[in-house]
């Protein structure tokens, strides 16, 4: 009697796999996923395939943009701060979720639930900002 293919592999794939069950591992594996996706949401892949993006644009009266003035243009400034304001967003809700799952004591939790509500917000009214900004003439 032959084996389905899909059925031996995905064998193959838990048997890989097993080793990955232990909480570190998987917080690693998160963490390398969740770096990988605000990179890719920050703008990294139009950095690559644009041909010369501009580092950051100085403008006549001796003022400096990181964000440009075009929706369809990005500045390699822009991809940092942008994924800077991710990272301080994705760390907001890791300090949440670490919070709530996870008290060890009341005033940590409280602490620990103020600055993740704090992160988060400066997070997103940097990434508003920035998106503002984009509709704006120098």
């Keep these: ?29 998160s963490i390398a996923l969740m770096l990988i996706v605000i990179m890719f949401l920050s703008g990294f ?10 580092p950051i644009a100085f403008l006549q ?3 400096v943009r ?10 390699h400034a822009e991809t940092i701060v942008i994924a800077l304001y991710y990272l301080m967003g994705a760390g907001g809700v890791l300090l949440y979720l670490n919070a709530i799952y996870r008290p060890h004591n009341p005033r940590t939790a409280k602490y620990m639930l103020f600055f993740s509500f704090l992160l988060i917000l400066l997070a997103g009214i940097g990434i508003y900002s920035g998106y ?3 509709f704006t003439s120098p």
């Design 66 to 75: 990181v964000f440009l003035w075009s929706i369809n243009a990005q500045s």
């Design 45 to 54: 892949t139009y950095v690559i395939v644009t041909e010369n993006p501009i």
């Design 1 to 29: 009697m032959r084996r389905n293919k899909k059925t031996s592999i995905v064998e193959h794939l838990q048997k890989k796999l097993v080793s990955f069950k232990s909480e570190t591992t998987m917080t690693i594996i």
């Design 132 to 134: 503002v900004s984009k």
């Design 61 to 63: 009266t001796g003022a």
